[in-house]
């Protein structure tokens, strides 16, 4: 099993920023004995310990050393910290400020708004099930649909977070009721604010690197990610109760700037495909491993888990929230994904 270490990944992911630069930028008029070199910026949104940043330094890593340094990418965890993290992040990517970016599909949606199809509730039966549809005819369509919008999207570029589960501060959700008036943090998507406005909470839009001081400062009652989220933000030390409800997938889409992607020479573009598939492939595995043994490991450290009863939850959605989000997302996207996962909602 892939184990990367992190601290060397550190190190190498610091090193790789001394030598790139910050920008895009083709180095000049090159002396004719040498290639044209390009350099970029890679943002992710979890921190340096995460399941995503040791992949994307390999990957790149990996990239610069076939490419002989033509194309040396940079790897910045926590979008760099920059004001505003995913969305600011997204602008950037479509302004062509920022060269590669990882991105829910459900935050991708602000501009894309048939990628929030990736997080339906339910929609989902398994890991497996998601990365085949994702990696094929759907994720051809969300191909064509973030082109439109200036992005590029690696059609097995969709790394793995994986199931959503609740954790809560002070109490358990056993059944959707349980939801009513709760303040629970949800990213910045609107499927994520509809679902659980649906259910009777009050979703709070907190960014992922505010979440622990939310908690912690009881500014929310609870919050929904994967157990690796969890872990690697060590919620557990500011929440007590884990509900395993799968009641959405989440994963990251790996993204392009579309004008920087098609400038790349043909040769560049086809060894960065095939790293893109190589790592991300291994990402996938390692972090659907680690969901599975975190329920394992949180618990030692003082997580009390139950399993919530989801038939309460689909129930309280009903056919009317399937209905508005069909209208929202598209006939096309729509049918493509019950072709492969069967009839919603």
């Known amino acids: 099993m892939y184990s990367p270490n992190f601290d060397r990944r550190s ?4 090193a790789t920023a001394l030598v790139g630069a910050s920008a895009l930028s083709a180095c000049g008029i090159a002396p004719a004995t040498s290639p044209v070199k390009w350099t970029a910026k890679q943002f992710h949104n979890q921190p340096a310990q995460s399941h995503q940043h040791s992949f994307l330094v390999d990957l790149w890593n990996q990239v610069a050393k076939e490419t ?13 910290q920059i004001p505003g993290s995913d969305p600011a992040a997204l602008d950037m990517l479509q302004q062509g400020e920022l060269e590669f970016f990882t991105l829910m599909g459900g935050i991708l949606g602000r501009v894309v708004p048939v990628a929030e199809i990736q997080g339906l509730p339910f929609a989902f039966a398994n890991h497996a099930q998601v990365h085949q549809v994702n990696d094929g005819a759907l994720g051809e369509y969300l191909g064509k649909e973030c082109a439109a ?20 501060i002070g109490k ?15 990213p910045d998507g609107e499927m994520f604010r509809d679902l659980f406005s649906s259910l009777g909470a009050q979703p709070v839009t907190i960014n992922i690197r505010e979440l622990y001081g939310a908690l ?29 409800s799968n009641h959405m997938w989440s994963g990251f889409n790996l ?37 599975q043994q975190l329920e394992t490991t949180l618990a030692q450290r003082g997580q009390i888990f139950n399993t919530a009863d989801t038939a309460s939850f689909r129930k309280k959605l009903g056919d009317g929230f399937y209905r508005r989000w069909k209208e929202q997302l598209g006939a096309t996207g729509w049918q493509i994904l019950e072709q492969q996962v069967g009839k919603l909602g």
């Open 68 to 80: 002989d340094g033509r194309l040396v990418v940079t790897v910045y965890p926590q979008n760099n």
């Open 149 to 168: 919008k200036g992005i590029f999207r690696f059609q097995t570029g969709l790394m793995e977070n994986g199931f959503r589960q609740i954790g809560m």
């Open 216 to 244: 912690k400062d009881k500014r929310v009652d609870g919050q929904e990610n994967p157990l690796v989220i969890t872990e690697v933000n060590k919620l557990y030390e500011v929440s007590h109760h884990q509900s395993i």
């Open 255 to 291: 993204l392009a700037n579309l004008k920087f992607w098609n400038a790349l020479p043909q040769d560049i573009q086809q060894i960065v495909q095939r790293n893109v598939t190589k790592y991300v492939a291994l990402q996938r595995a390692y972090t659907n491993n680690l969901n």
């Open 11 to 14: 190190v190498l992911s610091s």
């Open 172 to 186: 358990p959700i056993r059944n959707a009721d349980d939801l009513i008036g709760m303040r629970l943090r949800v």
